[in-house]
């Protein structure tokens, strides 16, 4: 028996896809956060017929419908992992020409870490300071937490740091430790708390805080760490009354200067701080929060790189990961 042309079947060689241009994802960007051509094109100076035709070359290049026409451009479905993919490669082109300039002009490497106001800058140094060659500079900005995913994106920023887990979209993360809670108060409320105590040097237990208000940075509804918190309460039995401080961006151990009978939990280490007036005092029960950094997917090279693989082998705790 012979065989025909027809009887064998080679497998037929894949065409290799050209890459996306960055300029057409830009402007699907544009388009998404503008929710209309006509807005789109005049935030990227160009004319909406033209914005029009890059992105019917987009949709024709990656074989989906982005965008559903009629009164105004509703996203597809497919449009929500394009939109997350481009913002990330867009910040990492957007930050290649400024770090390619430093080391052609041969200037100090600059590492720039944003941090929430639940993380001191202590935290920064202890967690990044020590990862950062001596050869490089630390920038440190305390940041709110909503701005954390922008600032990265926008290149102003190489890593974040914030109280929580989770997994937040687009973004590489990892839990680089955990840190016990504590207690601040106001000091002369600290001693009334101590009056209940048998010895004044027993920790303090949550239960003892009840006529107390737990200072949050930001409501339960837009904050996971503030959920974290007070599910620590909750599980105690007991629903404390929860205030959001007046005094934000100030360092944690702060706030109870702001809320006349609050307290914080907060990750300084027991004693007096702020000149005597704030007391910090030990948790009976042991919580323990985690510290998370943030950063671009993309960034695998230079100093940032460098740091980053450092961050990604800390040890982290899956039972923990979710507190945000």
């Not at 956060?33 to 033209?50: C, F, K, N, P, Y």
């Not at 680089?176 to 009334?192: G, I, K, Q, W």
């Amino acid at each position: 028996m012979t065989l025909t042309e027809t009887d064998c079947t080679a497998p037929v060689a894949s065409i290799p896809q050209p890459p996306l241009d960055l300029h057409r994802l830009e402007q699907f960007v544009a388009v998404v956060e503008t929710g209309s051509l006509t807005d789109a094109a005049v935030r990227l100076s160009v004319s909406q017929q033209a914005l029009s035709v890059a992105i019917r070359a987009l949709e024709k290049q990656v074989g989906v419908t982005l965008f559903i026409r009629g009164k105004g451009m509703r996203p597809s479905p497919a449009r929500l992992h394009l939109y997350e993919s481009a913002q990330i490669l867009l910040a990492a082109a957007r930050r290649m020409v400024p770090e390619l300039r430093a080391i052609g002009e041969a200037h100090t490497e600059r590492l720039r870490v944003g941090y929430t106001p639940s993380v001191s800058s202590i935290d920064v140094l202890e967690t990044i300071g020590n990862r950062v060659p001596a050869t490089a500079h630390l920038q440190a900005e305390r940041l709110f937490h909503r701005t954390l995913r922008d600032r990265l994106l926008a290149g102003e920023i190489d890593i974040a740091l914030r109280r929580g887990g989770g997994t937040p979209r687009g973004l590489g993360n990892a839990v680089v430790r955990f840190d016990r809670l504590n207690v601040a108060v106001r000091t002369e409320h600290a001693e009334s708390i101590r009056n209940r105590l048998r010895p004044i040097s027993d920790p303090v237990q949550l239960t003892d805080l009840a006529r107390l208000s737990l200072i949050l940075w930001a409501p339960e509804s837009r904050s996971r760490y503030s959920t974290f918190l007070l599910a620590q309460c909750r599980r105690l039995g007991f629903e404390p009354t929860a205030t959001v401080s007046r005094f934000q961006g100030v360092d944690l151990v702060a706030a109870p200067l702001a809320v006349d009978r609050g307290f914080a939990l907060v990750t300084t280490k027991p004693g007096s701080h702020l000149d005597g007036r704030i007391t910090v005092m030990p948790l009976r029960e042991e919580i323990l929060a985690p510290l998370q950094a943030l950063w671009l997917p993309t960034e695998e090279s230079g100093l940032v790189g460098e740091v980053v693989r450092s961050i990604s082998g800390a040890t982290t705790d899956p039972a923990l990961s979710d507190a945000g």
